[in-house]
Every structure is written in structure tokens, then in C-alpha cells.
């Protein structure tokens, strides 16, 4: 089975209500538990791969264990460049075989931003390729942009914005946050702005990032075992479901991963100090990929039994 693009599946996620998972990938295992909870949940998949993730395990081997995982299973699967910093790392995805980027100008001027984005929409639908873009700003840390705080989405600007650069989906910001500590207070979305914008656009395909929602669970377990991750905290799944039925149809999901594999192996570890060999780590740690993401699926996202 070949990869395919998000167009079918966003359409069918618009539609029905409910959201794909976008799950971040860096090595086999992450690879593996997420193409087998998708399996059993039967589910289509975005697998986003950031540019952290193509310095470190390299985009070649990351595209060939997607194709490994395409022989092993029925599944439409999407790849996904995730928060491209310029023209050329899009460029360099769409060329390896990507059937989806995002260019992220979030930070620039909004003419910058569409002049960004425009050039990249030219050279992927070129190519047959769609393209996603950010318009606003999410506070904390994701590859190359850092903000301190969050600059909400404005809704006129996003309709001229999507009309002027041609882009096929949108992520905007709307109270969500990169990286593990997302609330300070009580977790709030501005819904308000999500319908106020999907009004404006009916039919296009909305992207929320930083949508991890820190199972306190995992946060604990880490802690127990020698991590230190104070006060972490995500955003509710309940309010991630409500917005799949205003338009939202990829939710970015990469920390609650990292928070499932990390509390797994180190619970693993300490409990076997005396083991060194990687796979009897690295095997739990795949399992909770699986289950995390199988969760996800099923009870966030709303996209079990949607090939």
C-alpha cells in the first residue's frame, strides 16, 4: 500500500465530526506501537516527523520504516513534516516523499507569513503534495519558534490568509500550547473564536498543535521513578473531542508519547537494575505507545473505524 495524503481523510473527519491523530515519530518503536494501535482501532494516521526528528534519526530511515510499516498493514497513512522552518526543509520533504508539509511563518509578519506560504503551496501542489499552515501563535517551545505567550487566531485574517496563499488546512491558536506545561490555571479553549473561524470557512480543515494532554498518571509514574516533572499539565480530552465538531480535523499529539514511553522505561529499569539489554525496555515502552495511541484514538480523537 502506498502513503496517501490527509485530503481524503480530512474530508471524511469534517463530515463525521471527528479528528485524526497527528503523532510524532522519531524511532522504530514509536513507529511501531502507533501503526499497531491504529490497526486494531482502524483508524487512518498521520505520521508528522519534525525536523528534530529528521537530525536524529535521519529522514531516509524514518521513511523507510514507514514503508516497512505500509507492507505490514492496510492502513491510509499520511506523512507529515511538521513546523518546517523554510522553503527548503519543505522542499527537501516534498522531494523525499512526504505527501504533507507544514510551513510555519507563525512568527513572522502576517505578509511574510503568506509570501512564505504561498511560495511553498506553488512548489508542493506542483507536486500533487498539500500544505499546511499556522496563522497566530502557540506560547512554549516547538523546534525553531519560541513564544512565551499565546497570539490568538484572528478570524478575518484567517480567511484572507487561506484565500491569498491557497494552503489546504489551517492550525490555529486557540489556547493550546506546546511542550508538557500548557495551564497554569484552570485549562480553557476559546471556543468562541474555534466556531467564530469555522463559520468563516466552512468545509476547510482546521489543525490544533500542542494538544497533548499530559496524563497525570504518566507525569506521576515518571516522578516515582526518578524523573522530575513538576506541574505538568495538558489540555483536557473532553474539550479535544468538542472541538473535532467545529472543523478540526488533524490534533497534533507528540508529549503525551514521550511522558509514556519515558515513565515505562524508567519504571522498567528500576525496578531491573540489573538489565542492559535495550529490548527489554524499549519493548514496554512500545506497548505504551500502543495503548497511549489506541486511547487516543478511541476515546479523543473519535476516529475508530473510520478507513
Not at 505520521?47 to 520504516?65: F, P
Not at 482546521?206 to 516515582?224: D, K, T, W, Y
Amino acid at each position: 500500500m502506498a502513503l496517501t495524503g490527509p485530503k481524503e481523510m480530512f474530508e471524511k473527519a469534517y463530515a463525521g465530526g471527528y479528528a485524526i491523530g497527528a503523532f510524532n515519530v522519531n524511532n522504530m518503536e514509536i513507529i511501531q506501537g502507533i501503526v499497531a494501535a491504529a490497526e486494531e482501532e482502524k483508524a487512518p494516521l498521520v505520521l508528522q516527523v519534525s525536523a528534530g526528528a529528521r537530525k536524529y534519526a535521519r529522514q531516509i530511515y524514518i521513511m523507510k520504516l514507514v514503508e516497512a510499516a505500509l507492507q505490514e498493514c492496510d492502513l491510509p497513512i499520511c506523512v507529515h513534516l511538521d513546523h518546517g522552518a523554510d522553503f527548503e526543509i519543505c522542499k527537501d520533504c516534498i522531494d523525499g516523499g512526504f505527501t504533507s508539509v507544514m510551513i510555519d511563518g507563525s512568527h513572522l509578519p502576517f505578509e511574510e507569513n503568506i509570501a512564505l506560504t504561498k511560495k511553498v503551496v506553488e512548489y508542493a501542489h506542483d507536486k500533487g503534495v498539500w500544505v499546511e499552515a499556522e496563522l497566530g501563535r502557540l506560547a512554549g517551545i516547538e523546534e525553531h519558534v519560541v513564544s512565551e505567550k499565546n497570539i490568538y487566531t484572528d478570524p478575518d485574517q484567517a480567511v484572507e490568509f487561506v484565500e491569498r496563499t491557497g494552503c489546504d488546512s489551517l492550525a490555529i491558536a486557540i489556547g493550546t500550547s506546546h511542550g508538557a506545561y500548557k495551564f497554569k490555571g484552570e485549562a480553557r479553549l476559546d471556543f468562541e473564536r474555534l466556531e467564530t473561524i469555522t463559520n468563516m470557512m466552512k468545509g476547510y480543515p482546521l489543525v490544533l498543535h500542542g494538544s497533548s494532554s499530559v496524563p497525570q498518571e504518566f507525569v506521576e509514574m515518571a516522578n516515582s521513578y526518578g524523573g522530575e516533572i513538576p506541574g505538568a499539565k495538558g489540555v483536557p480530552e473532553d474539550l479535544l473531542r468538542r472541538a473535532a465538531k467545529f472543523g478540526v480535523c488533524k490534533i497534533n499529539i507528540d508529549t503525551d508519547i514521550r511522558l509514556a514511553m519515558t515513565a515505562v522505561i524508567r519504571k522498567t529499569l528500576k525496578e531491573n537494575p540489573s538489565e542492559f539489554d535495550p529490548r527489554k525496555y524499549l519493548g514496554p515502552a512500545r506497548q505504551a505507545v500502543k495503548d497511549m495511541v489506541q486511547h487516543k484514538i478511541k476515546n479523543v480523537l473519535g476516529c475508530s473505524n473510520a478507513i
